[in-house]
C-alpha cells in the first residue's frame, strides 16, 4: 500500500516532493534516472524530511497531473510515458508519478543533450551516467550485448578456436555423470561457435567477437579477477593478494580455488566415511564467482575482485543490475543476460546450469548449512554478494566476565575422571571457550554433530555440564563434581 511505502521513507525507488519544484529539471532527473535503471514512484505532498503527509491543493490535483504530464512529453528524449495518479491518505491528496523501467535506453533531457542530460538511479539518488555506463544504456537500448560484437582490434586465431572448443568439450565431459552420458558428448566445432555468436561470418571471413577474446587470450585488461585475503574484517591489511587473468573460465576457477584456500576446512564422520566439508557451501562460493564475471559489464575499466575476511566473502561485479532488474526480482529467479555469448557458452560448459536459477541456488545451499543468508547490495553502480562465515560469530563472541574470570585453562581431575576420552576434549573445549557450538565442537575434534550431541547429553546427565541462559546467547558451564 502506498501508506506503508511512504512510511518506510525514500530509497531507490521511492522520492518524496512536497510540492512540485518551480525548476521542472528537479524532478525530471528523477524520472531519467528512473527511466534508465530499474523504474520508481515520485510521491508529490510528501514531506522528504519529516515524511509527514503534507498533501496537494484538492482544487489543483488534476491541473497539477496535467502540467507534470506535459513537462515530461517536453523535456524526456525518448518519450517516456508515466502512470500519474491520486491518492488519499489521512484525508489528504497526494499525487504519484510512476516511471516504469524503460526499453529505449539512455532517456535524457533534452536541453542537456545525451551525454550531459543522462541519469541513473544509485542509492536514493539521481546522479549523471558517467562514460561506461552510457555506453551500457545504449547497446541496451539496441538490444545488443557488448559481448557479441565484433572485436575490430583483433583477427580470428584458428589455434585459439581449436583450444576454446576443446575447453568447452572437455566441460561437458566432466559435467557428466556415466560413462554413456559422456560417449553422448560431441566435440565443439568453430561452426558451433558461430552459431553461439562467438565468432561472426563477414563476407565469408571469420572474425573474433569481444566474448571469443574474453574465452581466449582475453586482452582486455580489465577483465580479470582480482582476489585478496584481509586481516580482520575491514579492507586495510593484505595477507594475500593475486590477480587472476587469462579465459574467463579458468579465471573463475582460480579464483574459486583461492577463497577455498584461505576459508576453513572441517570434517563430518558418519560411520567409517569422512568427508572434508568448508564451513561456506562450496556452491554459493562458486555460484558468487560465476555470476559476478558472467553479468557483469566490460564497459566498466575496473575487475571483478574477490575479498575473503574474518567475518565474509565478498564478491563484487562491476556494473548495475542490468535491464531494470531489483534485488528482489533476482532472488526470485528473475534473469536478464548482459553478456549473452558468454552466458551461452557457460551453459553449455555447465558453468552456469540455466539462466535466473544461481541466486536462488546460492540461498537454499547457505540455508541447507543452517547459515546467514548471502546478502545482495547495490553499492554505487557494482553488485555486491557477501556470504557470511559462521567460524566469525564464535570468535567474535565474547565469553561473559562472571564466568570468563574463573575457567582454568583444562578440567580438573574430579571432572574427568567418569568422562570417556571424547568426552573429556568437550569438557576441554567448552572451558576454553563457553560459547562454543556444538558444530565448531565437532570441527575441532574432526567427528559428527550427532556424535558431540550425544556425547554433551551423557554428561549433562550425569550433572558435569549445565546449559545457562538461551540456546542463542547463553553458554556452557562445567561443574566440578
Avoid at 557488448?146 to 568439450?169: G, N, R, S
Avoid at 558444530?439 to 550427532?450: F, G, P, V
Avoid at 547429553?457 to 562445567?478: C, D, H, M, P, T
Wanted: aromatic content about 8%; glycine content about 6%; overall charge negative.
Amino acid at each position: 500500500m502506498l501508506a506503508d511505502e511512504i512510511r518506510a521513507g525514500e530509497s531507490t525507488n521511492i522520492e518524496f516532493k512536497v510540492e512540485v519544484p518551480k525548476k521542472s529539471e528537479k524532478y525530471i532527473k528523477s524520472v531519467i534516472a528512473f527511466a534508465n535503471t530499474a523504474g520508481g514512484k515520485i510521491i508529490i505532498g510528501v514531506d522528504d524530511e519529516t515524511h509527514e503527509i503534507a498533501g496537494v491543493d484538492k482544487d489543483e490535483v488534476f491541473k497539477i497531473m496535467d502540467n507534470i504530464t506535459n513537462t515530461i512529453s517536453d523535456m524526456c528524449y525518448p518519450q517516456i510515458f508515466p502512470n500519474i495518479g491520486v491518492d488519499t491518505i489521512d484525508g489528504k491528496s497526494v499525487i504519484v508519478v510512476e516511471i516504469y523501467p524503460g526499453a529505449s535506453r539512455p532517456y535524457y533531457i533534452k536541453s542537456l543533450g545525451k551525454e550531459a542530460g543522462t541519469y541513473i538511479r544509485v542509492s536514493g539518488t539521481s546522479r549523471p551516467a558517467d562514460e561506461a555506463i552510457l555506453k551500457d544504456l545504449e547497446l541496451q537500448g539496441t538490444n545488443l550485448s557488448f559481448d557479441e560484437m565484433v572485436c575490430v582490434e583483433q583477427k580470428y586465431d584458428a589455434e585459439a578456436a581449436e583450444i576454446l572448443c576443446t575447453a568447452i568439450k572437455n566441460h561437458m565431459v566432466e559435467a557428466t555423470r556415466t560413462n554413456s552420458e559422456k560417449e553422448k558428448v560431441k566435440d565443439v566445432t568453430v561452426q558451433n561457435l558461430v552459431n553461439w555468436g562467438v565468432l561472426k561470418n563477414v563476407e565469408g571471413t571469420l572474425a573474433p567477437t569481444n566474448a571469443f577474446v574474453l574465452l581466449t587470450n582475453n586482452t582486455f585488461p580489465f577483465a580479470k579477477i582480482q582476489c585478496a585475503l584481509f586481516k580482520g574484517t575491514e579492507r586495510v591489511v593484505f595477507i594475500d593478494k593475486r590477480d587472476f587473468e587469462g579465459p574467463l573460465y579458468e579465471q573463475i576457477e582460480e579464483a574459486y580455488e583461492f577463497v577455498l584456500k584461505h576459508i576453513n576446512l572441517g570434517a563430518e564422520i558418519s560411520g567409517l566415511v569422512r568427508t572434508d566439508a568448508y564451513e561456506l557451501p562450496t556452491e554459493a562460493i562458486r555460484e558468487a564467482i560465476v555470476n559476478a564475471t558472467t553479468h557483469r559489464n566490460f564497459l566498466d575499466r575496473a575487475c571483478v575482485q574477490v575479498a575473503v575476511y574474518d567475518d565474509r566473502v565478498e564478491v563484487t561485479s562491476p556494473g548495475m543490475l542490468y535491464g531494470g532488474l531489483t534485488i528482489e526480482q533476482i532472488k526470485e529467479g528473475g534473469s536478464k543476460i548482459r553478456n549473452r555469448c558468454i552466458a551461452e557458452v557457460f551453459s553449455r560448459m555447465k558453468i552456469i546450469e540455466s539462466w535466473g536459477t544461481g541466486i536462488k541456488r546460492m540461498f537454499s545451499s547457505c540455508k541447507e548449512y543452517g547459515i546467514r543468508e548471502p546478502e545482495l547490495l547495490e553499492i554505487g553502480d557494482s553488485f555486491r554478494v557477501n556470504l557470511y562465515r559462521p567460524s566469525y560469530n564464535a570468535v567474535s563472541q565474547s565469553v561473559p566476565k562472571s564466568t570468563s574470570e574463573s575457567i582454568p585453562e583444562s578440567a580438573p581431575k574430579s571432572v574427568l575422571k567418569n568422562l570417556n576420552k571424547t568426552q573429556q576434549k568437550i569438557v576441554d573445549i567448552i572451558l576454553k571457550n563457553p560459547k562454543v557450538t556444538q558444530a565448531e565442537i565437532a570441527e575441532q575434534l574432526n567427528i559428527s554433530i550427532s556424535a558431540v550431541k550425544k556425547s554433551m547429553k551423557e554428561i549433562v546427565n550425569v550433572g558435569i555440564l549445565a546449559r545457562v541462559g538461551a540456546n542463542k546467547g547463553g553458554y556452557w558451564e562445567v561443574k566440578d563434581k
